[in-house]
């Protein structure tokens, strides 16, 4: 059978589009293309597997719920021979909640994956019993690496190693390393985000500001941390939230241009 065009992420929630695919225990396989691409297998309305390009299983399924860009696809009737996901949806969603939730309480303290942590001076004498997976993650946060090099250094996912460094520093091991951010990389320029938004708002109204906060949030960063050299993906992705397609290009081409001029 051809595949079914589900909807699109910028406009609606990947949850509400795979609700009716697990109530109607169907069998075939969503598609997710975007910025990104990934997959989730279906078996009588059991997730059965996930995968993107940098992961599979669990671990994926968490990933594509938290994308927020991307055409949806779903091919019914096929099957995938992978079974890299056991758990029943109704405590995998429920899981992915906790996980969404706990996400949301890391990022007060590990704002972004470009942040750099450091050791804390140490107020008193008192023993600490940390983990192996924790003292990984201490001896590598030197002031001068980022979470995401960290991530990259011990093979982890961003989300583990994000969670990593949020309990060293609750237990006051470590500190983020204010002003000490690698002297090779650049950050966004000062007028960067008004220029974003006033061409946005062309395309996009008044909601302008609000997804660009929304991207900034899928891309784990901040006004004042988003680098330089993610400039250009920034606005790209931005330009997929604009329905209208002569808006989206004329968008892309401002924006290109003024990239351009600051190199």
Known sequence: MPEIFLG?????????????LLTGKKNGR?????????EICLEMGNIVHAK??????????FEIMGWRTGKITFEPDVSSKERTILTPPEQLLLNWSYR???????????PSSHAVFRLSLQKDAGERN????????????????????????????????SKGVYQLVQAGLLEK????????????????FQMVENELKKGMGPVASFIIDDKLFEFRETKDSLPQDQALS?????????????????FLRVMKEFLSSRK
């Not at 969503?30 to 990934?38: A, D, I």
């Not at 969404?100 to 590990?110: A, F, L, N, S, T």
Request: some cysteine; hydrophobic content about 40%.
């Open 8 to 20: 699109d992420l910028s406009q609606e929630k990947l949850f509400d589009i795979l609700k009716p």
């Open 234 to 250: 920034f606005v790209e992705a931005l330009s997929e939230e604009i329905p209208n397609g002569q808006k989206k290009k004329e």
């Open 52 to 61: 993107t390009v940098h992961s599979f299983g669990e671990h994926a399924f």
């Open 130 to 161: 940390i983990r192996a997976d924790q003292w990984n993650v201490l001896a590598l946060c030197n002031g001068i690496r980022t979470v995401s090099e960290v991530a990259q250094t011990l093979n982890w996912d961003e989300f583990k190693t």
């Open 177 to 192: 390393a204010e002003g000490l951010r690698p002297l090779e990389k650049k950050w966004a320029w000062a007028n960067f």
């Open 100 to 110: 969404k939730q706990e996400g949301e309480k890391i990022k007060e303290v590990v």
């Open 30 to 38: 969503v598609v997710l293309k975007g910025k990104e691409t990934g």
